[in-house]
Nanobody, 126 residues
Framework: QVQLVESGGGLVQAGGSLRLSCAAS????????MGWFRQAPGKERESVAA????????DYADSVKGRFTISRDNTKSTVYLQLNNLQPQDTAVYYC???????????????????WGQGTQVTVSS
């Protein structure tokens, strides 16, 4: 099972940007779709973005379309999430996850993901 470690979170003002990274180890990263999810205090975890195993497909939650970009570098076993034009409602713990089975295209279905990182905090001040 792949192990995932997120980094890159922090405190930023509204309108600012951050780049999250998720480094994978212990598994065949390049054959698994990856996703980013977030959970704000008192709210359920929600899907944010996903990328297919080959990088050829992506999907985004409506709330982040046009502001967030997911990408992957299979040579580095790392998936990224570029967060632009951040807003206070983007404040949450952000988690990356790897799909349960190989060779999936991008999917926002949480049930398709089985390996999770520990999360990185993103706080956006107004």
């Amino acid at each position: 099972q792949v192990q995932l470690v997120e980094s890159g979170g922090g405190l930023v003002q509204a309108g600012g940007s951050l780049r999250l990274s998720c480094a994978a180890s212990g598994g065949a990263f390049s054959i698994y779709a990856m996703g980013w999810f977030r959970q704000a205090p008192g709210k359920e975890r929600e899907s944010v973005a996903a990328i297919g195993w080959s990088g050829g497909s992506t999907d985004y939650a409506d709330s982040v379309k046009g502001r967030f970009t997911i990408s992957r570098d299979n040579t580095k076993s790392t998936v990224y999430l570029q967060l632009n034009n951040l807003q206070p409602q983007d404040t949450a713990v952000y988690y990356c996850a790897a799909a349960n089975r190989p060779f999936l295209k991008a999917t926002l279905r949480t049930a398709e993901f089985g390996s999770w990182g520990q999360g990185t905090q993103v706080t956006v001040s107004s």
